[in-house]
RNA sequence: GGUCCCAUCGUCUAGUGGCCUAGGACACCACCCUCUCAAGGUGGAUGCACGGGUUCGAAUCCCGUUGGGACUGCCA
């Protein structure tokens, strides 16, 4: 009984794409819940101008961050290229493969508008010689057929006739992904191809260069089991595109989703845990995860069902972690990581760390993202409560009793004791005076104090705030209304 | 165009011939709670793409139709 190894094999592209992620995330359960299984990542960077050494450590920052770590790597296939090169001279000699000096153009007026797809195999026995302008072909057989044993999907089977000779080297002598991917799973022992259902079309063509490999260097080592994840794809249904859908993984951390709950997330697209409870903690999606069981269909990311979760994730937290995990995004450490684009409406010094952590509890159980928490205590740090305009003038300004509201509470707070119980009785009694009642009152209170009509409870913000700055913003406020 | 894949509420899914007058979750609506906003609670609306079979019985099996998608590169 061989060990399962499995790998992550993505080509740099410049951040983590979250298609990528979950296809990372379904390999290292299958490593995870086997015995001594393997998880290995392996950098595809045969496409040299398309290459950046700082993309392969955002792909591994961003797979620590979700707790992906791998057992094996990251490798590069760069690394690889002698063997790459001594698999072409083997399956040369073996006979499989040819030279080709087609260009494009060539081929498509050669083929006029006969619909066989891909190369004519108009050079497969013409024995050209290796020069500057020759790619080299694989010689797909002409009869019979390939037949994919997909765990996910069953046998699919596709006819040679509608596979062509497919290019696996440039004529710059650079080795593709098709050769590449199979040297490497081949010399690596994979035992599990995990990947986009992207790449079910490729799998034959990898199937028959696999099954030459075996027959031209005399090791037999076996087909790997596949599995064909189903695409991610958008609100139209369409793959997701870097372009237009938010796939980086790196934003989703910065916005202040936590790495449990976006595992979560991912873990539920294209499959589902036991039972009717979705938040299900990593170890038990290990244990229940069978790749037989994912879905065939495709899915989509919903940010919506992911932020829910990201809230319950963040609610269920301690409140000593809550605090710790949240300092990024309202005091960052320059020594430590920050979220990239992070825009602080108060500058550091301003930040007041003890009245942070009075508030912190009324904030958790009100975010359902990290970067949400700023903004809605900002009126703490900053000398004046950014203003809302529009709530100013709807709340405090439009009306004549808002003012005097503001005006008699003002004054019996300098005598009153400063405590949220108290300050609830005051406001509530100033409030009846006026015949308003609680709900009515809070509001230009709310707004004088905070700027907002929305935010964390009222009295526990301004016992926080103080009596001083407190009744300071509330005859300011009154004052500026008339 | 060709090859292949797919098809349960708006979305992610449960469902593998009778437990289904189809379950859960997000989103949505209403109500309750409530100092705002959340959270929480209760309730609600919404779905087996269509047409044929097979069967005593079909969301589940078969065929077809329709629809969607992937691939079709000297990218991965």
């Keep these: 009984m061989t060990a399962t190894r499995v790998r992550f094999a993505p080509s740099p592209t410049g951040y983590f794409h979250v298609g990528s992620a979950r296809s990372a995330l379904f390999n290292w359960f299958v490593a995870r819940q086997a015995d001594d299984g393997v998880f290995l990542l392996r950098i595809e960077d045969t496409d040299a101008d398309r290459n950046r050494e700082e993309w392969v450590d955002g792909i591994?920052?961003?797979?620590?961050?979700?707790?992906?770590?791998a057992d094996e790597g990251p490798f590069r296939q760069s690394d690889n290229a002698p063997a790459h090169q001594a698999a072409i001279d083997q399956l040369f000699a073996g006979g499989y493969l040819y030279f080709c000096d087609c260009t494009g153009d060539a081929v498509q007026s050669r083929k006029g508008d006969n619909k066989t797809p891909g190369y004519d195999g108009f050079c497969r026995d013409r024995g050209l010689e290796r020069s500057a302008t020759t790619g080299i072909r694989f010689k797909t057989p002409l009869e019979g057929g390939t037949t994919v044993r997909d765990l996910i999907r069953g046998d699919v089977e596709f006819s040679h006739s509608v596979i062509d000779d497919f290019i696996?080297?440039?004529?710059?002598?650079a080795?593709?992904?098709?050769?590449?991917?199979?040297?490497?799973?081949?010399?690596?022992?994979?035992?599990?191809?995990?990947?986009?259902e992207e790449h079910l079309p490729n799998t034959p063509k990898q199937i028959l260069l696999w099954e030459a490999l075996n027959a031209v260097t005399g090791v037999a080592t076996p087909t790997p089991v596949y599995a064909h994840l189903p695409l991610l794809v958008n609100e139209q249904?369409?793959?997701?595109?870097?372009?237009?859908?938010?796939?980086?993984?790196?934003?989703?951390?910065?916005?202040?989703y936590l790495p449990e709950a976006f595992v979560n997330y991912l873990a539920l697209l294209g499959w589902s845990p036991r039972g009717d409870e979705e938040k299900v903690p990593v170890a038990q999606l290990i244990a229940e995860f069978r790749l037989e069981d994912v879905s065939h269909s495709p899915a989509f990311f919903d940010v919506k069902k992911l932020q829910?979760?990201?809230?319950?994730?963040?609610r269920e937290m301690p409140l000593e972690q809550f605090i710790a995990h949240s300092m990024p995004w309202v005091s960052p450490d320059p020594a430590a990581w920050s979220p990239s684009a992070l825009s602080l409406?108060?500058?550091?010094?301003?930040?007041?760390?003890?009245?942070?952590?009075?508030?912190a509890p009324l904030v958790q159980e009100r975010i359902s993202l990290m970067s949400e928490i700023a903004p809605m205590i900002d009126?703490?740090?900053?000398?004046?409560?950014?203003?809302?305009a529009e709530a100013f003038a709807k709340s405090v300004a439009k009306d004549e009793t808002a003012r005097v509201i503001l005006r008699e509470l003002a004054a019996e707070l300098s005598t009153t004791s400063w405590d949220r119980d108290t300050l609830h009785a005051c406001v509530v009694g100033v409030g009846e005076r006026h015949e308003w009642n609680l709900r009515k009152t809070q509001a230009p209170v709310r707004c004088a104090v905070t700027g907002k009509l929305v935010g964390p409870p009222l009295f526990e913000s301004m016992?926080?705030?103080g009596r001083d700055e407190t009744i300071r913003r509330i005859v300011d406020a009154a004052e500026r209304a008339s």
């Design 237 to 256: 249904r369409k793959k997701l595109s870097k372009r237009k859908d938010p796939v980086a993984t790196e934003q989703y951390r910065d916005e202040g």
């Design 379 to 388: 009126f703490l740090f900053l000398p004046e409560p950014p203003m809302d």
């Design 463 to 465: 016992e926080l705030l």
């Design 168 to 173: 696996i080297a440039k004529s710059s002598g």
């Design 60 to 69: 591994v920052e961003a797979m620590e961050w979700l707790g992906l770590h």
């Design 345 to 359: 409406p108060w500058r550091p010094e301003q930040f007041d760390y003890e009245r942070y952590a009075t508030i």
């Design 175 to 196: 080795v593709l992904f098709a050769l590449a991917n199979v040297v490497d799973d081949r010399n690596d022992r994979i035992t599990h191809v995990i990947r986009g």
């Design 308 to 314: 829910h979760l990201n809230g319950e994730y963040i």
